[in-house]
């Protein structure tokens, strides 16, 4: 076995697994109960219900795009205000291996899930639609949560696992400045950051070094 196979290994094992399920049990649970009232009210037409779900997961790419391109690649100030995720993110950057803060915090999370659903809610006019598009948002964290797991920690040898590790770890190890989408390549497409220049030599060209550059003035 390689050494980076065994240095994988090792590090899976010594995850805290309390921490790395947390979010996935209390969301399950959150949406048990919002789907439960929403059979106790009528249901909703099993399309519509369908069609929602797959709007919520696009919104979740895009703001996952949004999010990690606009506010957590910023470049920090040194004083003042930094965006939620920015520092943490830059962190994640300099140290991709470490095991602290091996998912989203729910001090983060709830509050977006919160207006995101609010905002559902008005821009649909009711309820029920707004707990069929959270739940594919929901999908789509699930989704960010154990792709980034696998990138950096995971043991997974399944083809799409794969496909995703290789895609996020080229924006760890080769250029910061593309494939900024975790759960999929879409927007990165749309919003051109798909292509991967070739290297010319160096180990750690371009975004990368930029990456690690603002990583080490992050404490
Ligand atoms: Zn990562
Ligand atoms: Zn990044």
Redesign the pocket.
Known sequence: MSREKQTRLERNQQVDRFQLYKPYAFYTAALSLMHAAVVRGGGFSRYAAAALVCAGLLTWGLYEYAV?RWV??REPKAEGFNLPGNLT??R??ADPNSLQRLNVQLSESVPVCVAYYLLAWAATGSWQAAVYLYTGLIAGYFFYEYLDFQAHHGTSRGRLTRYFRKYHLQ??HHD?TVR?GVTSPLFDYLFGTFHIEKRRGGAHAGGAAQ?AGAGRNVS
């Open positions: 990690h957590l690649h993110h830059l994640h950057h924006h760890h910061a900024f990456a």
